[in-house]
């Protein structure tokens, strides 16, 4: 041992070394990150083109079952006295928009998501979806891992008046507020919502 090296403690518990501790062979670099305001934005757009499509879609499949005398139940509360037919009617919408707002967004959105894993959004604010590793993101992926869960999920809230009227408010105030969960994720370090974990993906600059 030479003198102008440190003389070893056998008594000292070995120490990990904090660069190896912490590195991460699927960490992204910081730099192809988007900004948050980037990736509101582009989302915003994508909500506008589909739910816009997927809620006029719902309207008028609803309008035509009531024609038909298909449907149990009228949207008005005002018409509607048997509580059965409240649940049935609002399960019936959240089946039929949760249907439109997935056609739609693979009509508008999956061929795109196919070739470069952008959404109209997206493209638009340079970014893309890859996997957490950089691979490419299969679009059945990004369609029924990383959106459709979500969809229905928030898709509950046909529910909500229901769960007022019926005295269950504090449950209809919970799921509001678990809506939020979602794009509160990207406040972590990746900037990755809740439903990019859920599908191993992450947002890049393009």
């Known amino acids: 041992m030479t003198s102008d090296q ?10 990990l070394d904090a660069t190896f501790a912490d590195a991460d062979p699927l960490a992204v ?7 948050r305001t980037r990736r509101l ?4 757009v994508d909500l506008q083109i589909v739910q816009i499509a997927a809620v006029f879609s719902t309207k008028k499949v609803l309008e035509t079952l009531d024609y038909l005398s298909v ?13 059965t037919e409240l649940w049935i009617d609002r399960t019936i919408t959240m089946a039929i928009f949760v249907s439109c707002s997935l056609f739609f967004y693979i009509l ?8 470069s894993g952008e959404t109209f959004g997206k493209s638009f604010f340079g970014l893309k979806i890859v996997r957490r590793d950089g691979k490419p993101a299969s679009l059945a992926r990004l369609v029924f891992v990383r959106y459709f869960p979500l969809l229905v999920y928030c898709s509950v809230f046909v529910y909500i008046e229901l769960l007022v009227r019926h005295g269950f408010a504090i449950i209809a105030l919970a799921f509001l507020f678990s809506c939020l969960l979602d794009p509160l994720f990207i406040f972590t ?3 990755r919502c809740l439903h990019d974990y859920l599908a191993d ?4 600059k393009a």
């Open 6 to 15: 440190e003389p070893i403690n056998p008594f000292v518990s070995p120490q």
């Open 29 to 35: 670099n910081i730099n192809d990150l988007p900004s």
């Open 41 to 44: 934005l582009a989302a915003l």
């Open 71 to 83: 449907r149990p139940a009228k949207a008005s509360f005002s018409a509607l006295n048997n509580t």
């Open 108 to 115: 508008f959105q999956g061929y795109t998501l196919t070739k």
């Open 189 to 191: 370090k990746e900037k």
């Open 201 to 204: 993906t992450i947002v890049v």
